[in-house]
């Protein structure tokens, strides 16, 4: 093959790139020329991938179950990975910042229209049975959804709403102990926290605040004070932001509570989540009337909050039932 002039350029250049670098081009190339090709299955380490699910008990449709929740996780990391772009973005315009929550929304439309697979996707008997198997671990136990949340709002936003105009003012750690969720980790019968509560504490509760004060001023909810105070265009991100809204708060945690009727209620005695989470009380968005961009909503839509998904939900499910 001749050496066209395009190649000869590239060859100089790299020649340049390595000797700038003290390194020897040559010793590069024979790196090049021996290496193997490659392949789809290697660059995204296939194999390992499809041998991570270890079922711990012979029901099939365990597999599901594990398969779902893995799959979860990778979009809350594609979610992270743009919190973090918009988070660090030292010259943030509305521009950027709009395209990337857009992004955030594409994986949580992707979540939430694929849940029916947790609805209807399995086998309810099985679920009971193997459900048993997992105590104490609870998808309540997922890392990087609070690290979503805690990047996307003020964090005073997720403390229980009974607190937040008593802690307004008080300190991130003494904001921490009344979060939200922590209220529905309680055991059913004595109100005390859950084993489930308790690893996940000791597991993330240093890494949780030590991010909630690193988004002190670069959460999505203050960014966009900051370029609404600096004159930008937002009026395209207020959309985006209150489809996240809308993801995060109300169509996310109410796809679980479909699976929760589905699967743990029965009349008259509700059955408890696999961590013990009182999930009658923890999923519904109507109870926790958890809202990221109240500046965003109007008082009428701030005071139905959910309601109108959830009552409608819920009266389908038992007809169907």
Known sequence: MELTPQIKEKLDKLQEKYAAM?????AYLDGLLYADFLTYWDYI???????LQNPKTPFPDEEIFIMYHQITELYFKLAL??????????ELTAEFFTDRVRRINAYFNALVTSF???VNGMDKD???KFRMSLLPASGFQSGQYRMIEISATDFIRLVDKSKREELADKSVEEQFEFIYWKFGATELASGKQTLTLKQFINKYAAQFLQLIKDRQESNFSALYHKLLKQGHDVSALADELRKLDLYVNVEWPLSHYKSAVRYLERDPVDIAATGGTNWQKYLPPRFQKRIFYPFLWTEEQIEEWGKGWVLSVLKTLRNEG
């Open 22 to 26: 003290g390194q020897d081009m040559s």
């Open 45 to 51: 380490h296939l194999d390992t991938l499809l041998s």
């Open 81 to 90: 990975h743009e919190c973090k772009q918009i988070s660090g973005n030292e």
């Open 116 to 118: 029916e697979v947790m």
């Open 126 to 128: 099985q679920f009971l």
